[in-house]
């Protein structure tokens, strides 16, 4: 069994918690079978007093009921979260059965010949109604009910004796009354126990919510998460994105001569500068295929194609001298392309929101024709950013896929 099930009050914001959410509906929950309850009884003790000539009789019955009901309603219409919460909702509930009490010295006060029944078993009757009510009434509460019966039961006792009722009926009325508070504590602690356990699956549930949804907004932009999860199929037409390929070249001979961690811890400092640049220079990092790095600037993440040349040659330099430094002897190359993409996420497992079209092919194929430590871009790249890098004069190179394509180069060596 889990523990905060076993030692339910060992900790108080779990407790205070389980009053917050969950005693409110248990509250309104049962009051209506208890409302069901005392609707009955007044119908049927009105009518059978009056049959039988017993007016005191419904007389007493109907004023116990009252309270019943009035606390009842209002509990049930308002669903007011004071009056589950509230101390002082408790004092409430006393007063309200202020008529009960009243209803049973009423009883005791008649001759037995107006009412009909001994004045014990009138007030055994009345008891078994306070009781009842009670049991509802301090729903989820059951240190209140406790207080409440060790208010009722020595008035019962005291007024049982008082009034001098026989050895054998003032036993048996008083096992049965006991026996039927007992009934009623354990109707009681039941139902917080039932509240308490929902609040525990609830509070569980929505654990595993919020790590789920920690988990898709680690890996989805926040508002492609919210969309997905409204059941919107998320698909975005760009019409001018520049996409960045970087690739490691010398990656394979370097996975050879190193041990697979060494490898593994490589990479993570390479990803690490990229993710730096990808920030620095506000473009979107999209994901990494391999020992490859895609970023996209000009779509969902903002930047232009100035942003994405200076993501690249930054990625170029920063790596240099990590290679440099660890003898490891690795570069870049990076290739940029300018035009229309689409935007989306698709399947069920690991999604991410991913880019397609002819511009992220050519991209591709531009990073595998550029020279180790310099960037390859098209035209429109070249148009965009010529005001603020100097490239070597273009080249022809032919594009698997693609055929003959005009390209610019341009190297940090060149600045």
Known sequence: MD??????????????AFVREQRASLANAYFVFALLGFAMVVVFTIALGFVLGREAFAIIKVSNSAAAVVVGLYALFTRSR???????AELVLFVAMLPCILGIVYALSLDEARVGWPAHTVLFDNVIILVSFSTFAFVANFRALAIWFAVLLPVYVVWLFAIGTPAAPATFNLISALTLAALAAFSNWSLSRQGFSIFLLQRSLRAEKEKTERLLHSVLPPDIAERLK???????????ATVVFVDIVGSSALARRVSPVVF???????FAIADKHARLHKVEKVKTIGDAYLVVAGARGGGDAVGALQFALGVIRDVAVLSDQRGLGIGIRAGLHTGPVIGGVIGSERAIYDYWGDTMNTAARLEAAARPNGVAVSEPVYRETRRVADFAPPRTVTLKGIGDFQVYDYAPELD
Do not use: C, K, Y
Not at 230 to 240: K, R
Not at 264 to 270: D, G, H
């Open 3 to 16: 523990a905060d099930l076993q030692h339910p009050r060992a900790d108080r914001a779990l407790e205070a």
């Open 82 to 88: 004071w009056f589950v919460e509230s101390r002082s």
């Open 264 to 270: 593994i811890e490589t990479l993570n400092a390479i």
């Open 230 to 240: 409204s059941g919107e199929a998320v698909a975005d037409p760009f019409p001018a």
